[in-house]
């Protein structure tokens, strides 16, 4: 007898290719090749229907409903809703299709493809942007005590990226958590005079809930940078900047956010210089007295 689901797995099904991994080794041999194609691209669930299904693993549509019943499934349909939701989370597995349609095109007219798809995300990101949204946010960093950033994953890229541009023009900026240590030995001291900015591109962990919603009860206003697909975590950020990342191959496309980025750190740059600030100056004479540069 199987033990009861506890809410937690409720929360978070089997995802398909592990349905099929647990029974593989009991499968009869026609299921297995059906297995088989789905593995190879679990993907195409979400755009074939059953009978194309069947087809491609050289099954009956009967078999192939059969197979996904014994899978717990209660029909196609809900086996298709997963694989569409996986691929809208951003799963590698269920997205490595995307590109394949380019396998049999020119690699001049691939490369050219991905330029106006890259072109296209970045026009649509600066669209997408609110110049009210912009500038509160660009005060907001230039002024705060302290500015703390969190990113997990890919999106540990772009949190390093607004790190490496802030510490060059203001001081008290840190990314978190440092390797050893853990989020809370950090966000204890936070108040409303610092700010947040949380890089939450789709995949995101649980960590980042969790992190915004500590931050929100203690009143830290939060600057959220994402995906279209915000998410939870937008709920308690004051404010959201949304970028378009739809790839045009298997990964998702980086340029409108590194984009963005780099316009919110140089407006920040700018309002501090306005102000008389002199840190950028001190860091220069201190990188000559060092000999950090050559």
């Given at each position: 007898m199987s033990k009861p689901q506890t809410k937690q797995q409720k929360r978070a099904p089997q995802s398909i290719e592990s349905r099929i991994a647990e029974c593989y080794d009991e499968l009869s041999e026609i299921d297995q090749r059906l297995a088989d194609?789905?593995?190879?691209?679990?993907?195409q669930l979400a755009m074939q229907t059953a009978t194309e299904l069947a087809a491609t693993a050289q099954v009956s549509k009967a078999t192939?409903?059969?197979?996904?019943?014994?899978?717990?499934?209660?029909?196609?349909?809900?086996?298709?809703?997963?694989?569409?939701?996986?691929?809208?989370?951003?799963s590698p597995l269920y997205l490595q299709n995307r590109g394949r349609k380019n396998a049999s095109t020119k690699l001049d007219d691939v490369i050219q493809a991905h330029l106006q798809h890259e072109v296209e995300n970045?026009?649509?990101?600066?669209?997408?942007l609110d110049t009210r949204v912009l500038s509160e946010v660009v005060e907001a960093v230039a002024h705060a005590r302290r500015v703390v950033i969190i990113g997990y994953r890919h999106s540990h890229t772009v949190a390093t990226m607004i790190r490496r541009e802030l510490i060059q023009v203001r001081s008290d900026v840190m990314l978190l958590p440092a390797p050893g240590d853990t989020m809370g030995e950090y966000l204890g001291d936070l108040t409303a005079t610092d700010v947040a900015i949380i890089v939450g591109l789709r995949r995101r962990v649980p960590a980042v809930g969790l992190a915004a919603v500590s931050l929100a009860e203690a009143g830290v206003p939060i600057v959220y940078m994402s995906d279209v697909i915000a998410g939870k975590p937008a709920r308690l950020a004051r404010w959201v900047i949304r970028c378009h990342t739809d790839g045009l191959m298997l990964f998702d496309s980086n340029v409108g956010m590194t984009a963005a980025v780099n316009l919110i750190c140089s407006l920040v740059a700018e309002r501090l210089l306005e102000g008389g600030s002199n840190h950028l100056q001190r860091v220069e004479i201190l990188h000559e007295s060092l000999r950090e540069f050559e």
């Open positions: 194609v789905i593995l190879s691209a679990p993907g192939a409903t059969r197979f996904f019943q014994k899978l717990g499934y209660t029909s196609y349909d809900d086996v298709r809703a997963i694989a569409r939701a996986a691929q809208v989370g951003g970045l026009a649509n990101t600066y669209r997408s």
